[in-house]
């Protein structure tokens, strides 16, 4: 099986923070982060509280997102469920 959105994946966007975007504006806390593949927003993970990456996939059909911590270089696609990784890529950011 094959993500069908890969042609909305920029492997060169830069974050748009160093953590979850609406955990920072409100004083939450995340447990792991990733990155829209679409427009660089920064979201907190489902096993957080917020689940504010799947929010942003919900509120905007950004359909790819990539972890963004330190080490892990895999991609999540939403509407295909789907986890991958790509060759031949920049490392993935990751927060400090």
Known sequence: MTCTHLDTIDVTLAPGTDGC????ATGGRWVHLRMCQECGHV????????????GHNTSTSHPVIRSFEPGEEWFWCYPDELA??????PPAPSHS
């Open 21 to 24: 975007e609406e955990c920072l």
């Open 43 to 54: 979201g907190c993970c489902d096993n957080s509280p917020g689940r504010h990456a799947t």
């Open 84 to 89: 991958f990784e790509l060759e031949d890529v």
